[in-house]
Nanobody, 117 residues
Framework: QVRLVESGGGLVQAGGSLTLSCAAS????????MGWYRQTPGKQRELVAT???????NYRDSVKGRFTISRDNTKNTVYLQMNSLKPEDTAAYLC???????????WGQGTQVTVSS
């Protein structure tokens, strides 16, 4: 059983910054992808950024140049540094872990990010 716990969300003015953290615990295969999705009411969950255990990253176009994903494999923790935040970034941000060998996806409960204009 994998558990993901997010932290770091909050309320920020447009142009501000926040850093999200997600710590994974449990039996986790070392070859995995961790990252962040976000969701707003009535909309589909959308990928924000992911990073493999080998360091490969993937970002949605609208956050490129503003958000940076990083991870500490020794702590099974992934981070999302969010700069130049915009009101349209407002969403619940969910941590994601995908273990390739098991084809298993795990999700955190989410942390709310609200950007005021």
């Amino acid at each position: 059983q994998v558990r993901l716990v997010e932290s770091g969300g909050g309320l920020v003015q447009a142009g501000g910054s926040l850093t999200l953290s997600c710590a994974a615990s449990g039996s986790i295969f070392s070859g995995n992808t961790m990252g962040w999705y976000r969701q707003t009411p009535g909309k589909q969950r959308e990928l924000v950024a992911t990073m493999t255990s080998g360091g490969l990253t993937n970002y949605r176009d609208s956050v490129k140049g503003r958000f940076t994903i990083s991870r500490d494999n020794t702590k099974n923790t992934v981070y999302l540094q969010m700069n130049s935040l915009k009101p349209e970034d407002t969403a619940a941000y969910l941590c994601y872990l995908y273990e390739t060998v098991w084809r298993r996806a795990s999700w955190g409960q989410g942390t709310q990010v609200t950007v005021s204009s």
